[in-house]
Nanobody, 124 residues
Framework: QVQLVESGGGSVQPGGSLRLSCAAS????????IGWFRQVPGKERELVAA????????NYVDSAKGRFTVSRDDAKNTAYLQMNSLKPEDTADYYC?????????????????WGQGTQVTVSS
């Protein structure tokens, strides 16, 4: 079955950290860029980080710069989003998505295959 499965979400206090994983099955990630999105109910989905095919390029939305790190391990067919110094405004459902032969641009329209999401709650 071709799918992306996110994991690693949960509840954390402000200032805490989480590492999200995005595991691919049924296909290999090495020919895809990966984007990490988040969405709060009632708001548009936001692309917060992206990594190119091969991992040579990463991009972050301003609110994520210096706090989030996107990475990939193609041998494990998995991508990651390390989130540090979390804030209450980071609370959202987080999704990974792929772009075939992608360059890791922060353009939501480029990503066309999605996981089911994992919930992140940052609260004291």
């Amino acid at each position: 079955q071709v799918q992306l499965v996110e994991s690693g979400g949960g509840s954390v206090q402000p200032g805490g950290s989480l590492r999200l994983s995005c595991a691919a099955s049924g296909f290999t990630l090495d020919k895809y860029a990966i984007g990490w999105f988040r969405q709060v109910p009632g708001k548009e989905r936001e692309l917060v980080a992206a990594i190119s095919m091969g991992g040579g390029t990463t991009n972050y939305v301003d609110s994520a710069k210096g706090r989030f790190t996107v990475s990939r391990d193609d041998a494990k067919n998995t991508a990651y989003l390390q989130m540090n110094s979390l804030k209450p405004e980071d609370t959202a459902d987080y999704y990974c998505a792929t772009e075939y032969y992608g360059s890791g641009f922060l353009n939501s329209n480029l990503y066309d295959f999605w996981g089911q999401g994992t919930q992140v709650t940052v609260s004291s």
